[in-house]
């Protein structure tokens, strides 16, 4: 699921609303469309464990009942993990800072370790990327709050995988232009010359308001979490995975050691 696009997604969660008959609202005029509002989508390529969205119902309903007609609806790979009442200020403005996991395969940890110093230390690192508005150079320096480097536990990995694995955890601030992990490996290579032999797998592991002092991302739903009935917005999170389903996004801790 991870090579989806995100109006892959759409289209996918559209139909599932449907055939799950939650009553969603719809806008007025000559093309109504169902009320859905997305926020940050992960780019495509990306697994992500902490994606959100709101959606409008036309009906009450309660979080549990809308989570689980969704989630039975969806194709797998893609689980609605939590439904709560939107009642607090919008989703997007809670949405601060990304956490990500990247897994490197033939890359030394020392390494990737030493790389990860010289970027840090760096007062700024601008890299170009291809958007909407054409070709853009920008700084990712100032968006990047923190790298943790890890290494795979070789007892741990599979016959099929590579021994020398190098894992990083990164907290990246959202800004415009938003700043991803595949510029931040960029910004590696450029500075230490760290170019992975094959294409990295990046996923997000959570999203949501930042503590500038500790560098936590916190739950975003915490404003929300009191359950009721479903009278207006519903703030929605969902996972998407390429292998399994996973666990709903909860509160997480800075780079707290190698990925399992």
């Known amino acids: 699921m991870r090579f989806a696009s995100h109006r892959d997604i759409a289209r996918a969660l559209e139909r599932a609303l449907r055939r799950a008959s939650v009553p969603v609202a719809f806008s007025a005029g000559f093309s109504p469309h169902p009320k859905i509002s997305y926020t940050g989508a992960a780019p495509t390529g990306v697994a992500s464990e902490a994606e959100y969205l709101e959606l409008t119902l036309a009906e009450a309903r309660r979080p549990e009942q809308v989570r689980t007609a969704i989630d039975a609806a ?27 996991r990247v897994e490197m395969a033939d890359v030394d940890p020392d390494d990737a370790a030493r790389a990860v110093a010289t970027y840090l230390a760096a007062e700024s690192v601008e890299v170009e990327r291809m958007t909407k508005k054409g070709r853009r150079r920008f700084d990712t320096r100032p968006a990047v709050l923190d790298i943790d480097v890890s290494q795979r536990s070789h007892g741990r990995v599979p016959r099929d995988r590579h021994a020398t694995y190098a894992i990083l955890r990164m907290v990246i601030r959202h800004t415009t232009p938003a700043v991803r992990p595949d510029d931040v490996l960029t910004g590696l290579r450029q500075l230490a010359d760290l170019a992975p032999p094959s294409s990295p797998t990046m996923t997000r592991l959570a999203q949501g308001p930042l503590d500038e002092a500790t560098g936590v991302i916190a739950d975003p739903f915490d404003a929300d979490r009191p359950e009721a009935p479903v009278t207006g917005r519903t703030g929605a999170a969902h996972d998407q995975k390429n292998d399994r389903r996973t666990r709903s996004p909860r509160t997480s801790s800075p780079m707290t050691g190698p990925s399992s």
Request: no cysteine; proline share 4%.
């Open 74 to 100: 969806m194709p797998d790979g893609i689980d609605v993990v939590e439904v709560v009442e939107a009642r607090t200020q919008g989703l997007a403005d809670r949405l601060e800072a990304s956490q990500w």
